[in-house]
């Protein structure tokens, strides 16, 4: 199609970030989240893993970003080196939530991670008492596996959740 790698939601599209939609994901991310990064973050993970960086747009607006990194671990015996996928940061603005969109990113975001990267698993750090996005991950199949404790500047503990790809 025109718009290759575009997924078509109800009422949403989701499609891979630009270099020019910068402004508009750190936008969304300073308004929503507490982890905000300098632009050359943004724009690393851009460079480097740009097709599982995603945008979430409606009627033309941006309403949410994903954006993952992959990481190379040292794994089990077979396959010593393995590819794991990071969701570095996810969110969507909040007159947009509780219609699918959190959940059509992350899809996004892991079928690419798979499918281009090669990642067999895909985790994350969330703040313990961060319930949706708890939820969220809870129903895409992620488990939590362990405890950060202090993750967060403010002292807050993380869960690190993970799930097979
Ligand atoms: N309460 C309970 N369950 C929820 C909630 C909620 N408030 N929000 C989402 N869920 C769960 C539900 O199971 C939901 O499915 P359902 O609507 O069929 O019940 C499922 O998640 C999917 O919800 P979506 O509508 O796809 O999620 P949304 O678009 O609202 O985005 C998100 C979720 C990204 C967590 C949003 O709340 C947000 O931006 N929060 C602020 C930023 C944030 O906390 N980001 C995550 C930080 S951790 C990290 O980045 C790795
Ligand atoms: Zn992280």
Redesign the pocket.
């Known amino acids: 199609s025109s718009n290759e790698g575009t997924i078509v939601g109800r009422g949403f599209i989701i499609r891979n970030v630009k270099k020019e939609d910068l402004p508009k994901v750190i936008y969304i991310n300073e308004v929503?989240?507490p982890e905000n990064y300098p632009e050359y973050f943004y724009e690393y993970h851009l460079d480097n893993w740009g097709r599982a960086f995603f945008l979430a747009e409606v009627d033309g607006r941006a309403v949410?970003y994903i954006m993952n990194r992959i990481e190379t671990v040292m794994g089990l015996s077979r396959s010593f080196f393995q590819k794991k996928g990071h969701?570095v940061?996810?969110?969507?603005l909040e007159g947009?939530?509780?219609?699918?969109?959190?959940?059509?990113l992350m899809r996004a975001g892991m079928k690419s991670m798979k499918d281009v990267y090669g990642a067999k698993s895909v985790y994350?750090?969330?703040r313990v008492s961060?319930?949706?996005?708890i939820?969220?991950y809870e129903?895409l199949g992620f488990k939590k596996v362990r405890v950060i404790e202090g993750y967060y500047s403010d002292g807050e503990n993380a869960y690190v959740m993970e799930r097979e790809l």
């Open positions: 929503t989240l949410g969701v940061s996810i969110a969507v947009y939530r509780r219609r699918g969109i959190g959940e059509a994350l750090e969330v961060n319930d949706p996005a939820k969220l129903k």
